[in-house]
């Protein structure tokens, strides 16, 4: 199975891997510390946060641990977010489901979009058993759309981070394939 060449279609986006080319984009949207509230990392400091993980990205490809997909606006061809499948163990057949796209973007139903097309092709093509996410708890837009894409709440892990001195709790979202077939 070759991903470095993956690219799913979706009415309004293109996901497709990242580029060099989308450094800028991306470090403009997770350099934002809004974006980044409910992350596990702190915003990007610099670009070279963005070509590291353009980088890792395509290592991880390359190597088939994770997939990370730039998503790419049909209407201008700008690079408006990224959504991944990372931690997959493939014994297992599952992997975890994460989003991260422009604030500009929020509410526009781009993640519901772009997680459909990404989560029929963990299904369909990698043949995955189940997906999970993993989001704070205060993340109430995330578990809207969660749930709007077909996950259940599964369980709350208390204190599970801390990230710039900040600790927080996680929430548990589950997928199977047998849920959405």
Not at 138 to 143: D, H, T, V
Request: some cysteine; overall charge negative.
């Amino acid at each position: 199975m070759q991903l470095t060449t993956i690219k799913l279609d979706t009415e309004r986006f293109t996901l497709r891997p990242l580029t060099p080319q989308d450094a800028e984009a991306l470090f403009a949207i997770f350099s934002d510390a809004d974006v980044m509230r409910y992350w596990n990392t702190p915003p990007w400091d610099c670009l070279d946060d963005a070509t590291q993980f353009i980088k890792q990205s395509h290592e991880d490809l390359t190597t088939q641990q994770a997939i990370t997909l730039a998503i790419v606006s049909k209407s201008d061809e700008t690079v408006i977010g990224k959504c991944l499948l990372f931690s997959w163990d493939k014994e297992s057949r599952r992997a975890e489901i994460g989003f991260g796209i422009a604030k500009s973007h929020w509410g526009q139903g781009v993640i519901q979009e772009a997680g459909s097309a990404l989560i029929n092709y963990a299904f369909s093509t990698l043949q995955l058993r189940r997906i999970e996410a993993e989001i704070d708890p205060a993340n109430i837009g995330s578990a809207k759309v969660l749930t709007k894409l077909g996950f259940t709440k599964e369980g709350h892990l208390r204190a599970r981070w801390e990230i710039a001195g900040e600790v927080s709790d996680s929430a548990l979202f589950g997928l199977l394939a047998s849920d959405v077939n």
